[in-house]
């Protein structure tokens, strides 16, 4: 058996150290919305509710189920006052099935809707 010559270790020292560095160096985006916007995940259809309940693929076809990830501020009246937006994070909401804006970003899909898209909250 030979042995592996030094600048062989060092190359492969410098890659597995670059490696390292640009795992460490990559950091999770966050999505901050603007207004009346809600940014969500959309749930997929075997996933359970609070209390335990499934809702099946059947009650779902002109609803989609999504959980809020992000709200922005609100929106803004002419008289320049703040309406907040009635959702909190981490809560489940129904929202018009071909509302929002898809986008993917580190390999996660979320949707952006506006607060008027929202149906309703699930409690």
């Not at 670059?18 to 009346?36: F, G, H, I, Q, W």
């Not at 997929?44 to 059947?58: A, F, R, V, Y």
């Not at 309406?83 to 929202?95: E, Q, R, T």
């Not at 506006?114 to 149906?119: H, V």
């Amino acid at each position: 058996m030979g042995t592996l010559k030094k600048p062989i270790l060092n190359k492969a020292y410098n890659y597995l150290e670059a490696t390292m560095s640009n795992v460490a160096e990559k950091k999770k985006t966050t999505l901050k919305p603007l207004a009346d916007r809600v940014v969500a995940q959309r749930l997929e259809s075997d996933e359970t509710l609070k209390g335990g309940i499934i809702i099946p693929d059947s009650a779902k076809k002109k609803q989609e189920m999504a959980k809020v990830i992000a709200i922005g501020p609100g929106k803004v009246t002419d008289e320049n006052k703040t309406i907040p937006i009635p959702v909190k994070i981490g809560d489940i909401i129904f929202m018009d099935k071909y509302s929002g804006q898809e986008i993917t970003i580190d390999d996660e899909e979320f949707i952006i809707v506006k607060a008027d898209d929202i149906i309703a909250i699930v409690e």
